[in-house]
């Protein structure tokens, strides 16, 4: 199975059918030749205005963490799967959670598409909790503070909403440790 007929398949999901109906296609960007792939939640609905990953305050302050600009991110090099390829709908405190299904479903699918990918940065809970199972610590904030324990094949990451901006201030060695490292890897990958 190639990637076009993933991306059909996902559409006639009777699950994504109030999106297909609405003519928005899944959002993820994939390449057979990516080196780096991000795994998030969903896309939020700005993103879903415009069908294009991270493109957004959340993307802003993610590619500053990842020390590139938008025109590496949005390169072959860089692939971008979300836990949910749709918007999931707005919920008392910031968005839905992502659907469950879209990542046992297709995930795998996808991945399969990607033969290169040297490294997995794992954005938030939602994926963490799905990619690192029970190898996770107890929460979040210490999945995260542990993120050496994860590599060289994953780097678990706090999102980069700006409703964490209380985590990022509580957690300044987020900034000052992990991010220079994950900057360096990229780097090294990329060059």
Not at 49 to 54: L, Q, R
Not at 120 to 127: K, P
């Amino acid at each position: 199975m190639n990637l076009k007929e993933i991306i059909e398949e996902i559409k006639a999901d009777p699950k994504n059918e109030e999106y297909t109906k609405r003519g928005i296609d899944p959002i993820f960007q994939v390449d057979k030749n990516a080196k780096i792939l991000l795994i998030g939640q969903a896309p939020g609905r700005v993103v879903e205005e415009t069908g294009i990953p991270f493109n957004d305050k959340s993307g802003d302050k993610l590619r500053k963490w990842m020390g590139i600009d938008r025109e590496q991110f949005y390169s072959k090099e860089i692939a971008i799967l979300p836990m949910d390829f749709y918007y999931p709908g707005k919920a008392k405190q910031g968005d839905l959670p992502p659907r469950k299904f879209m990542a046992d479903v297709y995930h795998e699918k996808i991945l399969e598409q990607m033969p290169n990918v040297e490294l997995t940065i794992l954005i938030g809970a939602y994926s963490q909790k799905y990619y690192l199972g029970k190898n996770r610590e107890k929460n979040l904030t210490e999945t995260v503070k542990n993120y050496k324990g994860y590599l060289p094949e994953f780097f678990p990451i706090v999102h980069p909403s700006p409703l964490n901006i209380g985590w990022l201030k509580k957690n300044p060695w987020f900034e000052k440790e992990a991010i220079p490292d994950l900057q360096e890897m990229i780097k090294k990958i990329l060059s």
